[in-house]
Nanobody, 115 residues
């Protein structure tokens, strides 16, 4: 079972930046996909960005050019650098890990962007 612990959320003004961290309980090379999803009030959870064990990255169109997913193998940690934040980015952000047929979620971290 993979455990995921997120940190780094908070309140920021529009145009500001935040960095989210997701620490995994095991070597992230053994995890097929890791990524970030978000869920705004009244909306479905949506993909933000993912990275495969081989390093291939994928982004939602709404965050391309503003968000960057990265990882620190030595720390078993995946990051989401969020720049030029907009009020529409306000949501609970969840870390996700997919290992073979199993899927794991973190507890979520709130990101609030004020206008």
């Amino acid at each position: 079972q993979v455990q995921l612990v997120e940190s780094g959320g908070g309140l920021v003004q529009a145009g500001g930046s935040l960095r989210l961290s997701c620490a995994a309980s095991e070597n992230i090379f053994s995890i097929n996909y890791m990524g970030w999803y978000r869920q705004a009030p009244g909306k479905q959870r949506e993909l933000v960005a993912t990275v495969t064990s081989g390093g291939t990255k994928n982004y939602a169109d709404s965050v391309k050019g503003r968000f960057t997913i990265s990882r620190d193998i030595a720390k078993n940690t995946v990051y989401l650098q969020m720049n030029n934040l907009k009020p529409g980015d306000t949501a609970v952000y969840y870390c996700n890990a997919q290992k073979y047929r199993d899927e794991y979620w973190g507890q979520g971290t709130q990101v609030t962007v004020s206008s």
